[in-house]
């Protein structure tokens, strides 16, 4: 909250590959915190989400997200890590998910295909790109912008997020120096703003609709006639 963030995920990992692995009940905000701190610049408290991330290595283990958990319906943000190639062309084309987790941390072991990359954008799945792994580690800073230009060169920068898996409070950065890593990962300048922001809001409201199997709307103040009106004129002509 006092680097400019408004929400913040919390998130359960599960590789699916360790056995008598279970989903368990997300923790709620008030188990581990007495009062939420106040967004900094605002008057409002940080919203914290809940999120689960699958770490999937066999196609069996896709089984638990087609089945009706009530487990995981409680999750405000479902992930997917997938290990191989066609674990990454089931995740972006059958299952129900909000997030594809991108390896950073070692070559991909596979390449990135234009049809389910494509297919995963228009169901509204987003891609994670993690930036802490780059600024820990040389070898992984490598990995991870190798591995994003890849992506980059498919997706062409469309529905990309960057977020941390920071565990330490000094492994997070603030959300301008994290755009400007993005420009590393081969974003462009509106493209890195938005894996940060937009694209961040667009991935919880597709979670909402995936808990509610309708749909969310929301709403845009619109700035009246004379607004739009001030700021189609030019400088000189502009009320002093």
């Known amino acids: 909250f006092s680097?400019?963030?408004?929400?913040?995920?919390?998130?359960h990992v599960i590789d699916l590959k360790e056995k008598k692995q279970e989903i368990v009940k997300?923790?709620?905000?008030?188990?581990?915190?007495?009062?939420?701190?106040?967004?900094?610049?605002?008057?409002k408290r940080i919203k914290v989400l809940t999120r689960l991330t699958l770490v999937v290595s066999d196609p069996s283990h896709c089984n638990l997200l087609r089945s009706t958990s009530a487990n995981i319906r409680l999750y405000d943000i479902i992930a997917v890590f997938p290990k191989t190639e066609?674990?990454?062309?089931?995740?972006?084309?059958?299952l129900?998910?909000?997030?594809?987790?991108?390896n950073v941390t070692e070559k991909l072991p596979f390449y990135f295909r234009r049809p389910p990359v494509n297919m995963a954008i228009d169901r509204g799945i987003y891609f994670e790109l993690l930036y802490t792994p780059a600024i820990k580690d040389s070898t992984m800073r490598r990995y991870t912008i190798s591995n994003a230009i890849s992506l980059m060169q498919i997706c062409k920068g469309k529905n990309?997020?960057?977020?941390?898996?920071?565990?330490r409070p000094l492994e997070l950065r603030g959300p301008y120096d994290v755009a400007n890593l993005g420009?590393?990962?081969?974003?462009?300048?509106?493209?890195?703003?938005a894996a940060?922001?937009?694209?961040c809001r667009a991935t919880m409201l597709h979670g909402e609709t995936r808990k509610s199997a309708c749909g969310v709307v929301y709403t845009v103040k619109k700035p009246h006639k004379a607004e739009e009106e001030e700021a189609t004129l030019p400088a000189c002509k502009k009320a002093r």
């Open 96 to 102: 129900d998910v909000d997030l594809v987790c991108i």
């Open 196 to 199: 940060v922001s937009t694209n």
């Open 160 to 167: 990309v997020v960057i977020s941390s898996a920071a565990e």
């Open 3 to 11: 680097v400019g963030y408004s929400a913040v995920a919390l998130n």
């Open 26 to 43: 997300p923790l709620s905000p008030s188990e581990l915190f007495p009062s939420l701190p106040i967004v900094q610049g605002t008057s």
């Open 183 to 193: 420009l590393l990962f081969g974003l462009s300048e509106s493209e890195a703003k």
């Open 86 to 94: 066609k674990l990454f062309h089931i995740t972006c084309t059958t």
